[in-house]
């Protein structure tokens, strides 16, 4: 049996509907911030001691206890560090791009010739 476009229509509207539903139920992903201190929180412990928000690493510290940190998890570790640096770099990136655009945006409006100047 075909189906009217109005069933079609319905079928589709829902489909969409539960699409969207899904989508808003999936958490925001954690930058990498976050995925840091998440990280450290799990395996150095919440009350961690930080200096200026990073992980201390003196000799003592949970950081160099090899059960604690093991090769692998000083890897992950490494790693999480290093995409927090390059998303910082990203975003500063980012920043001088849109401020040479707009630079370039008013060189552009200033080298157009003005209807009202005198010649």
Known sequence: MDKTPEEIQAEEAARLEAQEHEQAEQPEPMGATERLRAFEDEHLGKDAVRLHG????GSGSRYQNPKIMTP????QHAALEHLVESEKHLAEAHTKLL???ESHEAALAAAEPRPDAVE
Not at 54 to 57: D, I, K, L, T
């Open 54 to 57: 990073r992980v201390e690493r």
């Open 72 to 75: 692998e998890l000083r890897r």
């Open 99 to 101: 401020q040479a655009e």
